[in-house]
């Protein structure tokens, strides 16, 4: 399966809470999983990363929870700002079958932190 | 540093006219190159990828193409617009090394009336 499921598809969370993304697969054989930031009318920017070899990763207030036996990786975002109101888009990739770096994206979340 | 260009930032077109957008990255070379298609509100379609010169690959069947005329530059195209193209119009790159990101431009806001 190709497939990345992401939710919650909007998310509502008050300045200084915990703003939390869920995303599952299902192909074993993804080993690249970043997410990706998009404000209104920008090209996404990629966030933060992470490989399956690794169970978290921090940077700043972003965290990426990574669960490889449940096949889920999931984004918080702590101390939860206006200015982080934006999409989500969590992703997935295979490397190897001849280097595309095709990636699979989530449908994304729309995150909008209220001051 | 790399950096990715992508003109026009919107574009009105009626129906049946002809497309062209086009992308360029400067700072890297033989870089895998990606166009994706956001709907409003929805998640990103990836349309075409390329990793040389003159090779694409198509992953949606669709009215619209794709070219690598240069190493650094890709080009979507269109013969006659639909309605349905409409959409915010997304090119990337990545090295195409192991476990690199894609790095997005600003996109084309493509209205078809």
């Known amino acids: 399966q190709q497939q990345v499921k992401q939710s919650p598809q909007s998310l509502i969370v008050q300045k200084g809470g915990i703003s939390i993304i869920n995303c599952a697969y299902e192909?074993?054989?993804?080993?690249?999983f970043p997410w990706y930031q998009q404000f209104p009318g920008k090209g996404p920017a990629l966030l933060i990363a992470?490989?399956?070899?690794?169970s978290e990763k921090k940077e700043g207030r972003f965290t990426i929870s990574f669960n490889k036996s449940a096949k889920q990786f999931s984004l918080h975002i702590m101390d939860s700002q206006p200015g982080d109101s934006a999409t989500y888009f969590c992703?997935?990739?295979?490397?190897?079958?001849?280097?595309?770096?095709?990636?699979?994206f989530g449908q994304g979340t729309t995150l909008q932190v209220k001051p | 540093s790399q950096t990715i260009h992508q003109w026009p930032a919107t574009l009105v077109q009626p129906v049946g006219s002809p497309l062209s957008l086009e992308c360029t990255v400067e700072?890297?070379?033989?870089?895998?190159l990606y166009w994706y298609r956001q709907a409003a509100g929805r998640g990103l379609q990836l349309l075409f990828y390329?990793?040389?010169?003159?090779?694409i690959s198509s992953e949606v069947p669709q009215n619209l193409s794709a070219s690598r005329p240069q190493d650094r530059q890709f080009i979507l195209s269109s013969k006659k617009l639909l309605l349905s193209d409409s959409g915010f119009y997304l090119c990337?790159?990545?090295?195409?090394?192991?476990?690199?990101?894609?790095?997005f431009g600003d996109g084309t806001r493509l209205s078809i009336l």
């Open positions: 990337a790159w990545t090295s195409g090394q192991y476990n690199q990101p894609q790095h």
């Open positions: 192909n074993t054989a993804f080993d690249y």
């Open positions: 992470i490989r399956p070899d690794v």
């Open positions: 992703a997935a990739s295979i490397h190897g079958s001849g280097n595309t770096g095709k990636l699979i």
């Open positions: 700072g890297t070379s033989n870089p895998n």
């Open positions: 390329s990793v040389g010169i003159g090779q």
